[in-house]
């Protein structure tokens, strides 16, 4: 079972900020947060992961509480095209460890 | 560099048939693995082959069974066809490092299976 919760959905306009919440309140120490998004019908993407800093890369950002039970995925300005699911994924350090999906969020960018 | 491929990309069959799903990972990977994703059951891990050896497995029954080829391409086989197999197939591909680091899976496009 998926580690995470995360709300079914959520409607961010175009332009703004999109911050997706995740709660991973059993997170162990030695395990990372991961981001994946699916665009309708397509492969997941990766975007990004942490372990307890917070990272950033051109896509977004993830900002992880001090106590590591929680996460925010931060897209900046959110287009169009970022509309889809998106998955917040709890998975072990070690080795190459499944992939375990939850529902995800589906957010809806509106113009 | 080239991503993860997956071919075909459609492929309709009908119940009891079988069939064979192809997936060439990005050049320099040497891990793939095999995710189910449907409606109901939503994304879900099959296998994982690393250096042509099946690594790690998933709880799916035996009808579903893969295989790696020395240059790191897979193919996974669904054998004896149900309704409740169609579904879309991705391929993820990662280094396969030694060391149990953490490796990125970076995924394909995905082979979508019609069983009538």
């Known amino acids: 079972d998926a580690k995470t919760t995360q709300p079914p959905s959520m409607d961010c306009a175009e332009g703004r900020a999109a911050n997706l919440p995740c709660n991973h309140s059993?997170?162990?120490?030695?395990?990372?947060v991961y981001w994946y998004r699916q665009i309708h019908s397509q492969g997941p993407q990766y975007i990004i992961h942490g372990l307890k800093n917070n990272e950033t890369n051109e896509m977004a950002s993830l900002i992880i509480t001090e106590d590591r039970k929680s996460s925010t995925l931060i897209l900046p300005h959110a287009t169009l095209r970022d509309t889809a699911v998106y998955y917040c994924?709890?998975?072990?350090?070690?080795?190459?460890?499944?992939?375990?999906f939850g529902k995800g969020t589906r957010l809806s960018v509106i113009a | 560099k080239a991503g993860v491929t997956q071919t075909p990309r459609y492929l309709i069959k009908t119940r009891g048939q079988q069939v064979t799903l192809s997936c060439s990972p990005i050049s320099g990977h040497r891990s793939v693995s095999w995710y189910q994703q449907t409606p109901g059951q939503g994304l879900q891990f099959l296998f994982e082959y690393f250096s042509e050896t099946q690594r790690n497995k998933g709880n799916f029954p035996g009808r579903f069974s893969g295989r790696q080829f020395s240059n790191s391409r897979s193919e996974m086989n669904v054998s004896t066809l149900e309704l409740g197999d169609s579904a879309l197939y991705l391929c993820?591909?990662?280094?396969?490092?030694?060391?149990?680091?953490?490796?990125?899976?970076?995924f394909g496009p995905g082979t979508r299976l019609l069983v009538l």
């Open positions: 993820a591909s990662s280094l396969g490092l030694a060391g149990g680091l953490q490796e990125t899976q970076y």
């Open positions: 994924i709890v998975r072990g350090k070690s080795g190459n460890t499944p992939l375990v």
């Open positions: 059993t997170i162990s120490g030695n395990e990372y």
